[in-house]
């Protein structure tokens, strides 16, 4: 532990002398090159009035994604090779969805914390569960960024009070990923399930949250039931999606595929897992193929926020409310407000939305709500933050 300090002790004092790049960027994210740095690298990388301009280069954990990135000519290296430690020291810039960076980041660069998702569910100081040591933590890696991006004012206070964080440092700019949404990416869809999509009547998307983060689990486990239903039969609900003509998705947080994988049935035509390594394979993220998607459900995920943006239907299956409500919490209450869907909590009725559900279902609600927590409902979120503050 005191070498690891000493060393980001020397590493801070580097990183204070060495010249910086001005034209230099780094991305980073979790997993590795997705969510909003993706978003916001492809936006410049793709934008031939501003790419020559600037120096990309994205920092990766995973030894053949680092491969496959060089072989389409980006400039990657390994999040903990020295090579990757330089360019951070060198770069002016750097985009990051998570807390990488905060320990060496020096104050002559501006680190851009483009976060990975918006808040429904408590966190940081808003958390009760959260300890005293983690919450120095929190305040201590906060206050090193330069920028934090919010999709409205009240995301903007939210993100604020969770992270001890000046509101003045937080701008309502909308979430780079979320820019895909208004593209209708059937056709990548289809090559990344290597099915054409377009035979299908309805393209369904679970996208639960997750729940075990170490030894903790908030609200009720569902490793051996994925929806949480009590009377859910799996061999009834393939034969129903392929009555119907369903393609049923399944998206589990990166974090809980492992608890799930050998649990579901990956031979099914009408529902299929997507798994984190199948997007990177296919250099895609969820958000490539969001705007394909029909309905969404989901449990607390927020997700559902920037689903929002497209007026679509959302079922919510809160079968475990009140546990996760005691064990985790939320930022936005009462929950059936904030939540423009129908409540699901037994497998029959989930089985009876799916075949009824229209897009007028709820659609008064969901602008109502989409209206508080986006405040820019287009696909130029992107230009927003390099405008506001790359360019200058």
Not at 122 to 149: A, H, P, W, Y
Request: glycine content about 2%; charged content about 25%.
């Amino acid at each position: 532990m005191q070498k690891e300090k000493l060393l980001f002790f020397i590493i801070r004092k580097l990183n204070r002398i060495i010249p910086k790049k001005k034209n230099q960027i780094i991305f980073e994210s979790a997993p590795d090159f997705s969510d909003n740095s993706n978003s916001m690298f492809n936006y410049i990388k793709n934008n031939k009035k501003i790419k020559s301009q600037y120096s990309l280069i994205w920092l990766v954990n995973d030894k053949k994604l680092l491969k496959t990135l060089k072989n389409e000519k980006i400039e990657v290296y390994s999040k903990n090779s020295l090579k990757g430690l330089y360019s951070v020291l060198r770069s002016k810039f750097i985009f990051n969805t998570h807390t990488s960076f905060v320990n060496i980041k020096s104050e002559n660069q501006v680190l851009i914390n483009l976060w990975h998702g918006m808040p429904l569910k408590s966190m940081g100081f808003n958390d009760s569960s959260e300890s005293d040591n983690n919450l120095k933590t929190v305040r201590k890696m906060s206050q090193k960024n330069d920028i934090l991006i919010a999709t409205s004012t009240i995301m903007k206070n939210l993100l604020a009070s969770c992270f001890y964080m000046d509101p003045r440092k937080i701008y309502v700019t909308g979430q780079p990923r979320n820019d895909k949404l208004f593209i209708n990416n059937k056709q990548k869809l289809s090559q990344l399930l290597n099915l054409d999509v377009s035979n299908y009547k309805k393209i369904v998307l679970f996208s639960p949250t997750f729940r075990k983060w170490g030894s903790k689990v908030d609200g009720i486990s569902r490793e051996t039931n994925i929806f949480g239903f009590e009377d859910y039969n799996s061999t009834i609900f393939n034969n129903f999606l392929e009555e119907q003509n369903i393609l049923f998705l399944l998206k589990i947080h990166p974090f809980e595929e492992k608890y799930y994988l050998s649990k579901l049935n990956n031979n099914s035509k009408n529902m299929v897992l997507i798994t984190q390594n199948r997007l990177k394979d296919n250099l895609l993220d969820l958000y490539d193929i969001l705007g394909a998607i029909d309905i969404l459900i989901t449990d607390y995920s927020s997700i559902y926020f920037d689903f929002l943006l497209l007026n679509r239907p959302i079922i919510f299956i809160p079968t475990d409310l009140k546990e996760y409500s005691k064990s985790r919490g939320f930022l936005l209450e009462p929950y059936d407000f904030w939540t423009p869907g129908p409540k699901i909590l037994k497998f029959k009725d989930l089985i009876e939305e799916l075949k009824k559900i229209e897009e007028t279902d709820y659609k008064k609600e969901r602008i109502v709500v989409n209206s508080i927590i986006n405040k820019y409902q287009d696909k130029n979120s992107c230009k927003r933050i390099f405008e506001l503050f790359i360019k200058d």
